[in-house]
Structure formats: C-alpha cells, structure tokens
C-alpha cells in the first residue's frame, strides 16, 4: 500500500522528551500502514538516536545544524503525498493525522494544514505567544508553526521546498510561498503540546522578537533577519 502521510521530526539532543513525542506519533486512530515517521538526527550528542531507534520509525542523519536542513532531508526521503512535520518536544493529540488526512481531501485545493499549539508548563511569554500564533498567524494570516504542519508534497516540489537562505521561520516562508499555490487551512481542533523550553525569562524574549521580527521581514521583504536560534533544552 502507497503512504499517505509522511511524519517528519527534526531532532537534537531530544532525549528527555523524544519519548513522549513517539510514543503519540505512532499511536493514532489513522492506520499505521498508511503513514512513515521519519526521525532526522541533526548532530545529537545525546541518547536521542537510541531511544529512537525504540520506536517504528526510519532515522536517518543531517550533519549540517539547523532545523530546516533536518527537516529538508526528511522530506527528501519521504515517500508519502502529504508531508508533515512536528517537533521532538512535542505531543501530538491521537487524531491529528486523521485530522489533517480529512481537511487535505475535502479540499484538493488545499495547500497548506496548520493547527493549534499549546504549550505546557504554561506561562506569561508562552501564553502571549500561543494567542499570537493560533488566533493571529493561524486564523487571519493562515500561517502555521512547524510543531504542526502539513503540506502537500506535489505544492511543496512545485515551489521549490525549503529555501538554503532560510532556518529560522522556515515554516512561515513555506506558508506564504504556498499559499500562492493553494488554500491553507487552520485547525483550531486539532492541537499539539510543544514544551515551553523556549519561552522563559530574558531568553524567552529574545527568542520571541527575533521569531516576529522574521515574520515581520518575510511579509515585507520576502527574506529573515536572523538565520539561528540558542539552543535551549531542558
């Protein structure tokens, strides 16, 4: 049987929540035959590859640091017609592959699947951030966060994948590249839990404003201002 959806996850140094994150990825309502999960090793240093290798799922490597080189080598390898992606320290709901199955053939149209992310333990930053991102980015500008992303792969080709200039913020680019393609849809139903490792104290807010100051540039200038983020695990 052909794959339907491709999971791809990015990983580095996941080794304290990688486990949660695959334990929910290979157990949803949407048959397993129908979809791969693809882990790519962005350099770990860690036990990240070996508590993946626990799991149904492919690992391949992606020596060159940063997100978006991780992710692009996952979608190369990738065989199904939809590509996804999540984060290693996210939790992914156990109908969200269903749900993002059903909002792409309602709608051949469609582009472009985002959803909501929750962050957990909550606070103040993540919380601003969350509302931003679900109410502002995902419902009126129909943008989507790679913790909860899909894409058909045939649009993905078509407008040449991910950008080599672009790291950070490379799922916003994809978002706007697409939707000159197609349609792109926001699910409000459909959450993933992120940690909120990355929205915490002084650090937290440099990450925030570096994050909207990308958005900012690639709606105006079609380009991001800052290509890396710290790395930040708990």
Sequence with gaps: MPILISVIIPAYN??????????SITNQDFKRQDYEVIIVDNKSTDKTRVLAKQYDVTLID????????AVKKGFLKASGKILATTDADTVVNPCWLSNIYKAFISDPGIAVVGGKLLFYPGNFLSTCF?????????????TTGGSNFAIRKDIYLKIGG?????NVNFDTDLCFRAKKAGRSVFLLNNPVISSSRHYRGIEGIKYLFKIAAN?????ILGKTIFFDMKDIRE
């Design 62 to 69: 992606e020596p060159k640091k940063g997100v978006s080189f």
């Design 14 to 23: 996941e080794e304290k929540l990688i486990r949660s994150c695959l334990g």
């Design 162 to 166: 991910i950008r080599k200039d672009i």
């Design 130 to 142: 969350g509302f931003f991102l679900n109410y502002i980015g995902g419902l009126i500008l129909k």
């Design 215 to 219: 958005s900012l540039s690639l709606m």
